[in-house]
């Protein structure tokens, strides 16, 4: 996976692999970005660190 600032998250799949993933994703409704984050979300982060994520995303907003 490359690596960069950019905030972009780039995964090489084998392209049956993620042609199988977006079809799966698609009948649920959902795009690639929404899976991702409901599973980082889930999986990954703590609810301190959720609460932490939360306050930074919308920290410019007033």
Known sequence: MAV???GRLVVELDPELK???RWA????????KDWLLEQVHKDLLSAEEHEVANKNRYKHVK
């Open 4 to 6: 960069g600032n950019s």
């Open 25 to 32: 994703l698609k009948k649920r409704g959902l795009t690639m």
């Open 19 to 21: 042609l199988q993933i």
